[in-house]
């Protein structure tokens, strides 16, 4: 188990390393980089006043930004800041990558883990009732609507919903985490105004993970109810309701433990289009401006905490699943 | 019938083979699979899709990028009118007024009535004359003596220097007693200034220009330097004052038709073609550079001092177009129905546009079906690319084991750990810097897609010959010595092929679902070429959101239908594949 872990680690690490250097390397092959959109800037506001030239203030940003070094240097200056801690400062928003990481991923973190909250409790019901009446009404049902809310594309769902409750109801806000006049609200106010806002995107993300959970707990729990240890609960007369609940349900959990803790790290790492189409600053959102503007210590650090995301929930989902199932050996 | 022929020629036993029908595996398959109604509605919606978009474009009428317009007619500021209260000024040929002449004559011009009103400037001495109503004639004043009255006893005396004739003595003996103080002699007119008690100066003026408020427009640009002549503005307006129909200038004969409060038209003697109006009104036209018609400025200058707020007016074209006029401050803004040819932008569905038009005055309809193909074709032609490579890459990887499995599932482990989405906004934003044209984007797209979209294939391919690899009949082509070739494709491959035509539909809907993404941001298909999400990009102008539901909705029901109608299928195909859990 630990050797499994060490060298689990090890080529995280290692795949860590290179993405984060191919992500590097395609940030500074963007045509219109920050450095020359600040440059036009600098250089229109200065131009009245007979200042520098665009050309002076590219050559003099380049070297403030350290964008006169190749790719390899460069990457490794960035790397070298990082191992000490030291994540740079974001070119876009002004203030050290961390700082802006603390103040946005909370907005994040709660979307995602009410939307998981909800999924589960909405999900797991559906997926064993539909599974204990295969074939019937209900069971078509289920299955239609998870494959419906599968195949939403989430900027249509999005839209459809503010058309609906924002445009058409007018119960919420269209955009952004607070109200208009947030800043008069009391603390309870405050509170309940941010939660308003939440709804629309809670709503959008869980409709759209719905339908693949559904579909997994039933096929999982199919499985199971076809298994002939349930044929002998059954045959010893248990009722139907401690054949599902304690021999059934508890095998369909191996599973979907183990994709659950899957979608555990995924609860850091934010919902860009979601947060994006509603404006919740969220990692998200935030990293999705700083990318479009060209924002390079912002991206990379979303882009390695990406990374990082990704291989820990892939151990974590090896690790969970023997865990949970002491048949499987990850080795 | 047949199951009778086999009764009559012969008994089969009760475990005879033949009474059993054999299908093909594969007709097995298509059976289980036409048994699965949501299987047969996803062929149904895909069916749809597929004669929507390659022969809904056929049929369309219009192209996918045909702009509509539309004429629509808007009450718009054509022209304005003012009410002249500048005095315009006309000197002989030659002669100027300068303008501290001007601005005195505007000081003193409300003070002449009936008698001459003389300022002094520019070193003479000058008088004002009124020839009529807003009408005078200025000039220098020349003293030439004095007239005294002693009670019957008129007594003319001439300054030294100057001459006075008889006739022009008793002349001005006839002024005075008849209390005139202008009279003229042989065309030279002279004037009386009251001094004191009963004495007058007496004195000539030489005319040196005229001042009106009337301003003349010739028809025609050749006589705009005639009306504006001194002599020809001269005679026209005393002619007009006096009330008369003919007056002649510079040898030539004019005929007048005058209106109530100086308006008039003037005609050349023997011509019925109106030569040039006169009017107190000036008008002009809203938008700079345009000129407005002789017909149209006396219209207007007719309607204002008539005091009507609305005309009709027969233009060039002949039709008659219909005029408003508004007070704003001391000016009148006259509006008029304009037609203007405009771009039919979100026209509501219509017989000829079923779902209107867009943004760009395009058919939405048309659009879709055109962006339905785009759509299509990027998922198929991206789902072949990620399979033609994951294949390639997880056969080998597979098949071979050992370093060169381990080495190239590190590869793909690498490959899926960049974030998906950052790379394409990278892409896009490239590929926006070299404005790549909108068809050779849609094939980048594509490459860039199936580059990105591979390592899923590849890991279940590898899954499946691994596990393929160690069965006995895979054992047993090694023993027989079938070539490396043939074991590949006529024994693996085909083994594989039921779950990768599974995976393959399934992901056709996802690829679809992120070419739609990537589009609605504005990273994938670019106009003028059409995809079913760049169609819904304009809902993100939350005008069109909120106003224009018949421009975004059908495209996102499109494209949820359409990927509804894979996962359909796809699922079907898979519990046709696999009957083990049709139990």
């Known amino acids: ?331 | 019938m047949s199951e009778n022929r086999i009764n009559n020629n012969e008994q089969l036993a009760l475990d005879d083979g033949r009474r059993v029908k054999v299908l093909s595996p594969g007709m097995m398959v298509f059976k289980r699979f036409i048994r699965n109604k949501l299987a047969i509605a996803g062929i149904i919606i895909l069916t749809f899709m597929f004669v929507f978009s390659f022969l809904g474009g056929v049929i369309s009428p219009y192209r996918q990028d045909q702009v509509f317009y539309k004429t629509d007619s808007a009450n718009k500021e054509y022209a304005s009118a003012v009410v002249n209260t500048e005095y315009r000024f006309f000197t002989p040929d030659g002669a100027q007024l300068s303008t501290l002449v001007r601005a005195n004559f505007s000081r003193v011009v409300k003070d002449v009535g009936e008698d001459d009103v003389a300022f002094e400037a520019d070193g003479a001495s000058w008088n004002v004359h009124r020839l009529g109503e807003d009408f005078y004639a200025i000039g220098t004043a020349k003293e030439l003596g004095s007239v005294t009255m002693l009670g019957k006893i008129v007594d003319v005396k001439a300054k030294p220097g100057e001459e006075i004739s008889d006739t022009v003595k008793d002349a001005a003996l006839k002024a005075v007693q008849g209390g005139s103080l202008q009279f003229e002699v042989d065309g030279q007119s002279f004037m009386l200034t009251k001094g004191k008690a009963k004495s007058y100066t007496l004195g000539t003026m030489s005319e040196a220009g005229i001042a009106s408020l009337l301003n003349f427009n010739a028809f025609g640009g050749e006589d705009d330097a005639l009306v504006s002549g001194y002599g020809f503005r001269r005679a026209a307006e005393l002619a007009l004052r006096a009330g008369e129909q003919t007056f002649e200038a510079d040898g030539e004969a004019y005929r007048l038709d005058s209106d109530a409060d100086n308006s008039a038209v003037i005609y050349r003697a023997g011509s019925d073609e109106a030569m040039a109006s006169v009017s107190n009104v000036i008008v002009s036209p809203m938008t700079t550079g345009a000129t407005l018609e002789m017909d149209y400025k006396a219209a207007v200058a007719e309607a204002i001092t008539q005091k009507q707020m609305a005309f009709e007016y027969v233009n060039a074209a002949g039709e008659t177009e219909k005029h408003t006029i508004r007070m704003r401050g001391n000016n009148y803004i006259i509006y008029t129905e304009q037609q203007t040819y405009l771009i039919d932008m979100y026209a509501a569905p219509s017989m000829a546009h079923p779902l209107g038009t867009d943004d760009h005055g395009m058919d939405v309809l048309t659009r879709l079906m055109y962006g339905g193909r785009i759509s299509l074709m990027v998922g198929f032609v991206v789902m072949l690319l990620e399979n033609l490579i994951g294949i390639i890459i997880g056969g080998i990887s597979g098949y071979f084991g050992g370093w060169v499995d381990t080495l190239l599932m590190r590869f793909v482990d690498l490959f899926n750990s960049i974030p998906y989405y950052p790379m394409m906004i990278i892409a896009g934003a490239i590929m926006d810097a070299f404005e790549v044209p909108p068809y050779t984007r849609i094939f980048l797209l594509m490459a860039i897609m199936g580059i990105m979209g591979w390592t899923g294939v590849a890991r279940v391919v590898r899954g499946q010959i691994l596990s393929l690899r160690e069965q006995d009949f895979m054992v047993a082509t090694e023993a027989t010595g079938v070539r490396v070739s043939r074991r590949i494709f006529r024994h693996l491959v085909p083994n594989v092929m039921p779950l990768l035509i599974v995976q393959a539909t399934m992901g056709l809907g996802s690829i679809i679902l992120t070419e739609a993404t990537l589009s609605f941001l504005g990273l994938g298909i670019k106009y003028p070429l059409a995809s079913w999400g760049s169609i819904i990009n304009a809902a993100s102008n939350i005008y069109v959101m909120t106003n224009f539901w018949y421009i975004w909705i059908p495209a996102g029901v499109l494209i949820v239908l359409t990927v509804l109608g894979f996962n359909f299928v796809g699922d079907g195909l898979r519990d046709a594949f696999d009957p083990k859990m049709k139990r």
Request: with cysteine; glycine share 8%; charged share 15%.
């Open chain 1, 1 to 331: 188990m630990w050797k499994f872990i060490v060298r689990r680690t090890a080529l995280a690490l290692v795949i860590i390393f290179l993405g984060a250097f191919i992500i590097y390397g395609v940030m500074r092959c963007m045509p219109t980089s920050f450095v020359e959109s600040l440059a036009r800037q600098r250089a229109a506001a200065s131009s009245t006043t007979g200042g520098k030239s665009y050309q002076q203030w590219l050559a003099e940003l380049n070297e403030a930004y350290h964008m006169n070094d190749d790719v390899i240097t460069g990457y490794f200056n960035w790397l070298g800041g990082v191992l000490k801690g030291d994540f740079g400062e974001s070119w876009k928003y002004g203030i050290p990558v961390v700082e802006k990481f603390n103040q946005v991923i909370w907005y994040s973190v709660v979307l995602n883990i009410i939307t998981l909250i909800l999924e589960v409790v909405i999900c797991i019901p559906l997926g064993i009732q539909a599974a204990r009446h295969q074939y019937s009404g209900f069971d078509y049902g289920i299955t239609v609507f998870a494959m419906l809310c599968i195949s939403l594309p989430t900027f249509f769902l999005a839209t459809v919903l503010k058309y609906i409750f924002a445009v058409r109801l007018n119960w919420f806000d269209l955009y952004g985490i607070v109200g208009r006049y947030h800043e008069q609200l009391s603390a309870s106010g405050k509170i309940w105004d941010m939660v308003q806002h939440m709804v629309l995107p809670t709503l959008t993300l869980t409709m759209l993970n719905v339908g693949g959970l559904t579909r997994y707990t039933r096929t999982n729990m199919l499985e199971v109810l076809n298994a002939d240890y349930i044929r002998t609960a059954r045959a010893k007369g248990l009722s139907e309701r401690v054949v599902i609940n304690r021999h059934a349900f508890r095998n369909t959990l191996i599973p979907l433990v183990s994709y659950m803790s899957y979608l555990v790290p995924s609860l850091f790492s934010g919902s860009m289009i979601t947060e994006t189409l509603y404006q919740i600053p969220g990692i998200g959102y935030i990293s999705y401006d700083a990318m479009v503007a060209g924002d390079l210590p912002f991206t990379m650090f979303y882009a390695v905490f990406g990374l990082l995301l990704t291989q820990v929930s892939l151990m974590l989902a090896d690790i969970m699943y023997a865990v949970v199932d002491p048949r499987v050996r990850v080795n």
